[in-house]
């Protein structure tokens, strides 16, 4: 069967020895779970996973954010919210929700009654306001049948917005909320480490055309074609993943842009709430004059018609990021069929961007066909090309020992053409490429020598070893041990003074309440891609809207 099939099995026997009418908050005899695992869907140009709230359980599909640390989602009680992908979130029907008082949350924007209420507004005119709830929360795609027993015996207590009300694009969007992942106390990733639901603060999002998986508190290696490349991040006090970007090529030609142009401001960060990828406006007129010239024809991002046979003959994009040990570089490879979005109308449409007074964004269509890894703990950003379909077909025997993810002996490195070429493939590619400072030395993978290469290869063998050593003995579903149990919550129990989220401000950032499934009609205003206020520290961020792929993409900045 199914692997995630499997793993659904393995805990109904557990949860078997549990009674049907037990409570929240009963001392329970089955071990708890280290989380590993969940699939992922995508809608139109985000991805977005299934969040479990509450006993009995409600479940709602939620955008993952690398650009915000926020989760927020409409309830019953909200005024003229839009109709999403699950029913809206009833806070009368959970047994186990209450409200958070001021002195409860510290980031409340008001307080009334003694409930603490937040908002996030945009200048692009969408807006939300939420009372702040904590419940029961559970991330999976399980099956709803014993999704209860999950949630009562391994949930998170964990507070998030109870939106009341919504304008703007958060009605149009399908997916009914987002959850942040950004580096913030807020989290539920830092609720679950807290709890000892997850070990390491790390976790993955391999994005695909058709889905992905999410991956906390480990890395899954069994989809991964190449070595993971790591690249520094560069604040260690940004609530981002801000990264090092040293060049941009069109074929094997640099943009016209320094180092310190592109990193200018907030920098360029890693964030998967937004679909598009942005790069500061003083390179848009050598990028567009590269790409005609390369292309032989012009770059748009309104409407570009092209055959099959066209789109395969573009240049790529290759995007060189700074290297963890300040001597390879990353370039990561991004062929037209990804820095192109296709419009229904069988047209296409550049969603690479250079617009931004600074800084800049990976977004989502950069992510797809890599594992992207996240780990605060080594505070790194990685890449690995992969298959992140592959999950979706693999298959494992009922024998417990199949119930864990294969590892390979060692991520094996596919060939990488010189980053000039042309690729009809949707994944990019990734290579390493020998950093230095002299503009005329050569920028593609041919600059490692043979020896250099059986060095390098010798080097990263020796490491992936390791890291199998150390990972083959993590699973999707992990069991701790009895002295490690954590017992089941209690209602209306909240974590420590300590743990309470530390108040918000909002620099650039991007988040995108996007509309999942069949791209809409040409003319219907639908997210593309989002921008936030740069008026806050930088160690401080909140939500950014994301704007519609109209004609002339917007800016809305939060405030």
Request: hydrophobic share 35%; proline share 4%.
């Given at each position: 069967m199914l692997r995630l099939e499997v793993q659904q099995e393995r805990i109904r026997r557990r949860l078997g020895e549990v009674p049907e009418n037990a409570t929240s908050g009963q001392d329970v005899t089955v071990s708890s779970l280290v989380y590993n695992e969940v699939p992922l869907g995508v809608?139109?140009?985000?991805?977005?996973?299934?969040?479990?709230?509450?006993?009995?359980?409600?479940?709602?599909?939620m955008i993952v954010d690398t650009g915000s640390h926020l989760t927020a989602l409409?309830?019953?009680s909200c005024h003229g919210c839009g109709e999403h992908t699950d029913p809206l979130f009833d806070l009368a029907k959970s047994k186990t929700a209450k409200y958070m008082t001021c002195k409860e949350y510290s980031s409340c924007n008001a307080c009334t009654e003694n409930r603490c209420h937040i908002r996030q507004s945009y200048t692009e005119g969408s807006m939300w306001s939420a009372i702040v709830v904590e419940d029961l929360t559970w991330l999976g795609g399980f099956s709803s049948k014993r999704a209860n027993a999950i949630v009562e015996?391994?949930?998170?207590?964990?507070?998030?917005?109870?939106?009341?009300?919504?304008?703007?694009?958060?009605?149009?969007?399908?997916?009914?909320?987002?959850?942040?992942?950004?580096?913030?106390?807020?989290?539920?990733?830092?609720?679950?480490?807290?709890?000892?639901?997850?070990?390491h603060d790390i976790f993955t999002m391999c994005f695909s055309p058709t889905g992905g998986s999410l991956v906390l508190g480990g890395v899954d290696l069994t989809h991964h074609k190449t070595q993971i490349a790591y690249s520094p991040l560069v604040s260690h006090n940004s609530g981002y993943y801000p990264v090092q970007v040293k060049k941009i090529l069109v074929g094997d030609k640099p943009v016209d842009v320094t180092e310190n142009q592109i990193n200018s401001g907030k920098g360029v960060?890693?964030?998967?709430?937004?679909?598009?990828?942005?790069?500061?406006?003083?390179?848009?007129?050598?990028?567009?004059?590269?790409?005609?010239k390369l292309a032989g024809m012009d770059y748009?991002?309104?409407?570009?018609?092209?055959?099959?046979?066209?789109?395969?003959?573009?240049?790529?994009?290759?995007?060189?990021?700074?290297?963890a040990n300040g001597e390879e570089d990353i370039a990561l490879v991004v062929p037209a069929t990804k820095?192109?979005?296709?419009?229904?109308d069988g047209s296409y449409?550049?969603?690479?961007h250079f617009t931004e007074r600074s800084g800049g964004v990976l977004g989502a269509s950069t992510m797809v066909g890599y594992d992207v890894i996240f780990d605060t703990e080594g505070n790194r950003v990685g890449f690995a090309e992969s298959d992140c379909d592959a999950l979706k077909g693999r298959k494992y025997s009922e024998d417990d020992t199949e119930l864990l993810p294969k590892k390979p002996d060692g991520p094996v490195l596919s060939p990488i053409d010189e980053l000039g070429s042309s690729s009809s493939s949707g994944s990019g590619s990734l290579a390493l490429i020998a950093a230095s400072n002299k503009d005329n030395q050569s920028t593609t993978s041919s600059s490692f020598g043979f020896f250099g290469q059986i060095l390098a290869v010798s080097a990263v063998g020796i490491v992936v070893v390791a890291v199998w050593l150390r990972m083959r003995r993590r699973g999707s579903w992990t069991e701790l041990n009895e002295?490690?149990?954590?017992?089941?919550?209690l209602r209306g129990e909240i974590l420590d003074d300590t743990d309470t989220p530390r108040a918000s401000g909002s620099p650039p950032q991007a988040r995108s309440p996007g509309s999942p499934g069949t791209p809409p009609p040409l003319g219907v205003a639908v997210p593309r891609f989002t921008i936030g206020s740069d008026s806050e520290s930088d160690h401080e961020n909140s939500p950014r809207i994301v704007i519609a792929p109209t004609e002339n993409p917007r800016h809305g900045y939060s405030h």
């Open positions: 809608g139109y140009g985000t991805h977005y996973t299934e969040l479990y709230l509450g006993l009995p359980v409600q479940r709602a599909s409409p309830c019953t015996h391994y949930g998170v207590r964990f507070p998030f917005g109870c939106q009341v009300q919504e304008t703007g694009l958060f009605i149009t969007q399908k997916e009914n909320g987002i959850i942040g992942f950004g580096r913030d106390k807020a989290t539920l990733m830092t609720y679950m480490l807290k709890a000892g639901r997850i070990e960060i890693v964030d998967s709430g937004t679909t598009d990828t942005f790069f500061v406006s003083g390179g848009s007129r050598s990028f567009n004059h590269l790409f005609s748009s991002e309104r409407r570009m018609d092209l055959s099959a046979k066209e789109l395969a003959k573009l240049p790529n994009i290759t995007i060189i990021l700074a290297g820095y192109l979005s296709k419009a229904d449409y550049g969603n690479f002295s490690e149990t954590v017992r089941g919550p």
